[in-house]
């Protein structure tokens, strides 16, 4: 077996050998050798939540920490028809279109950067405090098109590297590898936030193999994986170090609205004197992840080479228009109507939302402090951090949480997690997993803990029956 075909096997892909069938693509016509498509299908990270899709249907009864989804309880399918109609009557009334115009607007390729970035401007001055051109908006098909069209436009040499917060979404490496971009590592500091220090050294290490730090990819708010979130101090520190070295700050915040406390932090490019910041939204978490809506805030100055000067999101835009031509208008419509249903306020309209957010979250806190008293914490090196907001949690623990683990923890005890190792760029989290508690109502997080409690417990004893236990924190 070739190397190529070792690596994929290992990571569950599958790959014809000479002779063999060619499978869906008949008997008869090429082989495609998977050394000979792009290295990125190779990678075990592009099938990392295959996995966890392919054992939560294998044990359907199993209490799953493992989607990072929205609840579905808020979701109203009638709903959706009066968000239709308001944004409609937006477009009569407001925007003073005909019935012609309208039909258009709706039904026909829209604007590339999207129709509702007028009120998408309006929202962001109301929830954030962000001043925003609505020019300077990017409407894209989900947050995931958002970084691979700002990733493309950025990057324009081989030599460029982004660096990424480790541990880091695995949505923005695996999009850095598509598009055969290098990342480079940010350590956290010692409160899981990523550390301003790392950042500059980071740079440095970059520099010194003759490469050049040109974006530095993070997730402020409650992050995926992690849950950390980073006080006022260290976000304006980071954009001094930003500056410092030169680099564009990429802000993704998915998750900003779902503070523990309701107070939210002021975002990174609502802080942003220099124009370091690209900043990448989502309607998913907030709206419903079916519109696949998501947005970008581009509003950096391109100069051309006669000196005029363009936004970049119109150089986005133009890379846009050879990916997905433009984000649907249904799609903009039905979440332009729930912006303007709610006074242009997410915020406001998540409210029993990140209510019920913030009870799941301090539900599992409560319950892994039950389910692990102090003295067996610290007895096995067994320790969480504490989010102030959001949807997940990570768990220490003194054993490999791999997905052989995964598995047994399913089967044997009824609980799915997800293992950290995979967020992680160059290697490191191996002995700790993510809870995410965004979908279970606080019974099944209780129940949910009890038998993580089990597992956890199972596997300690089975490690010191082999005398194997390990203390090192992974």
Partial sequence: MSSVTSAA????????????????????????????????LADPLLDAMNLLNEVTGRYPRAISFGPGQPYEGYFDVDQVHGFYDAFLRYLREERGMDEARVRS??????????????????SLAVDEGMDADPESLVLTVGAQEGMILVLRALFAEPRDVLLVSSPCYIGITGAARTLDIAYEPVAEGPDNVPDVAALREAAAAVRARGGRP?????????????GSSMPVPDRERLLEAAAAEDLIVIEDNP??????????????????????????GSFAKTC????????????????????????????????????????PSLSQAVIGGMLLRHDASLRRANADATRFYAR??????????????????????????????????????????????????????????????????????????????????????????????????????GLEEAGGLARDGG
């Fill in 255 to 280: 998750y900003g609205f779902f503070a523990l406390d309701f107070a939210a932090r002021p975002t990174l490019k609502s802080l942003d004197r220099d124009g370091r910041v690209v900043y990448i």
């Fill in 360 to 461: 799941n979250m301090r539900t599992l806190l409560a319950e892994l402090d039950l389910a692990f008293p102090a003295e067996f914490r610290e007895r096995y090196g067994i320790a969480w951090n504490r989010p102030e907001g959001g949807f997940f949690a990570v768990v220490q623990v003194p054993f490999l949480a791999d997905d052989a683990a995964m598995v047994r923890s399913a089967e044997r005890h009824g609980v799915l997690w997800t293992p950290m190792a995979g967020f992680y760029p160059q290697g490191g989290g191996e002995r700790r997993l993510r809870l995410s508690c965004s979908v279970l109502d606080p019974e099944r997080i209780t129940e949910g803990v009890t038998r993580l409690a089990a597992f956890v417990r199972e596997e300690i004893e």
């Fill in 9 to 40: 096997a290992s990571a569950g892909i599958a790959v014809n050998q000479p002779g063999a069938p060619s499978g869906a693509g008949g008997t008869g016509g090429p082989v495609l050798r998977l050394g000979d498509l792009h290295g990125s």
């Fill in 214 to 226: 040109r974006a530095f990819y993070v997730v402020p708010d409650f992050a995926n994986p992690s």
């Fill in 288 to 327: 419903f992840p079916g519109a696949r809506l998501g947005y970008v805030v581009a509003d950096q100055p391109v100069e051309y080479p006669d000196g005029s000067r363009v936004l970049l999101a119109d150089e986005l835009a133009k890379i846009k228009s050879m990916v997905t031509v433009n984000t």
């Fill in 105 to 122: 607007e709706i039904f026909q390729y829209g604007r590339t950067k999207g129709i509702v970035h007028e009120l998408l401007a309006r």
